[in-house]
């Protein structure tokens, strides 16, 4: 299955493409949970970003990863990190409005002390691999 969305603005626009069932995860975090963040992605999966602009990255805790916010609405729609295998990523369904996703229930998960290595790990084993095409 293919879904498509975009940010409120319409710079960032997304196709993130997975076979399996859809599980969403809500971060405990003051990041994500100010924002109404839910997560999804698929290590057998496929992301792609476009943005018309250049994005805006903001690193916070471990600083292991750049999340990804329109440098116009400033809606936070991914994240993303390189991989062993390239860039993976994690999207926002809310931020980027997937419609089809974005009211599904999520699960809850905290990642309070969790070790700098061993969220490298768990990204790397569940992230999507991820295209990012942005202006320069």
């Known amino acids: 299955m293919i879904y498509r969305g975009a ?11 997975t076979n399996g069932p859809v599980r969403l ?10 924002r109404g963040v839910k997560s999804a992605s698929d290590p ?16 916070f805790g471990h600083k292991t990863a750049d999340f990804l916010i329109c440098p116009d609405c400033g809606t936070y729609v991914a994240t993303r990190m390189d991989g062993p295998r390239g860039s993976i990523g994690v999207i926002n369904v809310v ?20 070790a700098a290595e061993e969220r490298l790990q768990r990204r790397i084993s569940r992230w999507t691999p991820m295209k990012l095409t942005e202006a320069a």
Do not use: M, W
């Open 7 to 17: 940010c409120h603005c319409g710079v960032i626009s997304a196709e993130y493409e």
């Open 25 to 34: 995860r809500q971060d405990g975090c003051g990041f994500c949970s100010s």
């Open 44 to 59: 057998e999966g496929r992301l792609q970003l476009t943005a018309a602009k250049r994005l805006t990255r903001y690193r």
């Open 95 to 114: 931020g980027l409005n997937i419609n089809d996703l974005k009211h599904l229930p999520a699960t809850l998960t905290s990642l309070e002390g969790e």
